[in-house]
């Protein structure tokens, strides 16, 4: 036994189901956030804003003028210098706020089973190593195309793929993974039993 609960690092592919994947551990009380979820506070706070705008232009703000992501990511994915600057700006502050989280997490009274921190880049960021066991989400390719495109998220999918560390290099580097291509069910069955297997290890 442990006085801490265990950190958990949680990844997978464009449309695994990530998010899901976080409600479900949140159900079971585990302490969750996203790398996602980080970004999108960021991008409200006015010395990020201002500084993107100065960067790509007021084009990226929308009509309340906030930084919309989609159309960041537009410029931002056929242009690597453009990426290379945003992910150069953006990670030194994911990263400080991450910390603070997880160290606010883990001094929990009463502690939460499992603390579950989510990155799309876990593995290509180096973060691996700031956790004692990485997960990795996998969903069949049919089904995550599916999800895409029910949310409007297939535009430049191969681009943005091919940014990223494929399902074969993810699942050689992690510890455990969890297939996501069935029901939410399904998927709240697969990480009670991981919660059971870990919480309090």
């Not at 969750?32 to 999108?40: E, G, K, Q, R």
């Not at 960021?42 to 703000?61: C, K, T």
């Not at 089973?113 to 004692?132: K, T």
Request: net charge negative; glycine share 6%; hydrophobic share 45%.
């Amino acid at each position: 036994m442990t006085d801490q609960p265990l950190l958990i690092g949680v990844t997978g592919a464009i449309g695994a189901g990530k998010s899901s994947v976080l409600q479900a551990f949140a159900l079971r009380g585990c302490a969750c956030l996203s790398a996602d979820a980080v970004v999108h506070t960021l991008y409200h706070q006015s010395r990020v804003r201002d500084a993107v705008v100065a960067r790509f232009g007021a084009e990226v703000l929308d009509a309340a003028g906030e930084v919309d992501r989609v159309t960041l990511g537009r410029l931002v994915f056929v242009d690597d210098d453009a990426l290379r600057w945003l992910e150069q700006f953006l990670h030194p502050l994911v990263e400080d706020q991450m910390r603070v989280w997880l160290a606010e997490a883990q001094l929990r009274d009463p502690p939460p089973p499992l603390v579950v921190y989510e990155s799309p880049l876990l593995f290509e960021a180096g973060l691996q190593d700031r956790f004692d066991r990485t997960l990795v989400i996998t969903a069949k390719d049919e089904v995550r195309r599916t999800r895409l495109a029910t949310r409007g998220s297939l535009e430049r999918l191969a681009e943005r793929e091919a940014r990223l560390w494929s399902d074969d290099q993810r699942i050689a580097a992690c510890d455990d993974v969890i297939d996501n291509s069935g029901t939410p069910a399904d998927l709240q069955r697969a990480v009670d039993a991981y919660v059971d297997r870990y919480a309090g290890t």
